[in-house]
């Protein structure tokens, strides 16, 4: 019970939490590059305030617009590899205007763990390893009769890190026309050298890939995205989610924008924590990880009570719901420096 006390905080998320008399590490979270605490970024987000206001609650379809909304999405379609883009409010929104729009393409197949904002009904529950699951779907597909498909997934599993090779998808047949839905949102900004997904995933002609992502997480920004060729964003700025529904700030589009060193900065200092991290750690079983990527998973389920008495904070919660087994997990981010980590180490 004694982490209950966390659940209600009146002060920001950072490398150290207050609480009373006791400060605490903390090695939860998902502000990979430490960019809600990052004082050179929290400067851009002002400007932007200064220059935008605080919000803008007309909607997209509205006729009197801002133009940094079509200025953003250009800037991050170029900047993540897509031929187009879209901003919206939350990554949940684009999940669900993206899923409602393109479901009626084809066959749609979920992979397994996908994240609840794509579900169109009930959660799918495949129960098996993504590798199995895509060895059984290449044959269904390639003996179906059936031309279209929507393939759902997530870009990677962040809670026990593995990140999704999608060469299978190489394996369809031509004569398959298939659309591939990829949640990258704890991806983006990150993996492949701070770009997104859509960089690791080959191209082929029957193959259309639409990436979707919250903005929330590595890059920092109360939004959401969705990337993808013209004509998909063309048709997904027609759906009544995107007319209807208010954009984000605009000072956190303007930030992120401006803010291209900041990610490259702290990405690397990120880089440097993970390896640091993760030489004190290699060979040990109880631990997984892989490289690159800052969530240390571990097995022990009465770790997180061991380190919370040496006054460290970790990512500790029932998965995948309230009856679940504890998920325990170290989550490193770019605002923790060597002392942090070395704290880290010596309570192991």
């Known amino acids: 019970m004694q982490e209950e006390i966390f659940k209600n905080l009146t002060i920001p998320l950072g490398p150290q939490i207050q609480f009373k008399d006791k400060t605490y590490l903390y090695f939860g979270g998902t502000a990979y590059l430490g960019i809600p605490q990052n004082e050179d ?116 599993n962040n809670l026990y890190p593995e990140i999704y090779d999608f060469s299978f998808l190489k394996r369809m047949s031509n004569e398959k026309q298939i659309i591939l839905l990829v949640d990258d949102s704890h991806g983006i900004g990150l993996n492949n050298n701070g770009l997104s997904a859509l960089s690791a995933i080959q191209y082929q002609e029957n193959l259309e890939v639409v990436l979707i992502a919250s903005m929330a997480k590595a890059l920092g920004v109360d939004a959401g995205i969705v990337l993808s060729s013209g004509k998909i964003i063309r048709k997904l700025k027609e759906s009544n989610e995107f007319l209807g529904a208010s954009p984000p700030s605009a000072a956190g589009l303007f930030a992120f924008m401006q803010g291209d060193e900041i990610y490259r900065k702290e990405l690397q200092k990120l880089k440097e924590n993970i390896f640091t991290l993760s030489e004190k750690l290699k060979g040990k079983d109880e631990w997984h990880f892989i490289e690159d990527f800052p969530v240390f998973f571990f097995k022990n389920a009465d770790i997180s009570k061991k380190l919370l008495t040496n006054n460290i904070l970790v990512s500790s919660f029932p998965y995948p719901d309230k009856d679940g087994p504890i998920v325990n997990r170290i989550v490193l981010s770019s605002w923790h420096d060597k002392s942090d980590i070395k704290k880290l180490i010596e309570s192991f």
């Open 41 to 156: 970024f929290v400067k851009l987000y002002v400007e932007g305030i200064k220059k935008y206001g605080l919000n803008n609650g007309t909607s997209r379809g509205n006729n009197v617009q801002l133009g940094i909304y079509g200025d953003v999405e250009k800037f991050a379609a170029k900047k993540f590899g897509a031929e187009a883009a879209l901003i919206t409010s939350s990554g949940y929104l684009a999940a669900q205007l993206t899923i409602k729009t393109i479901s009626t393409f084809g066959e749609i197949k979920y992979a397994p763990a996908t994240h609840p904002a794509l579900w169109l009904k009930d959660d799918p529950k495949i129960d098996s390893s993504f590798s199995d699951w895509s060895i059984g779907l290449v044959n269904e597909i390639n003996e179906s009769e059936k031309t279209n498909w929507v393939i759902i997934s997530n870009s990677m």
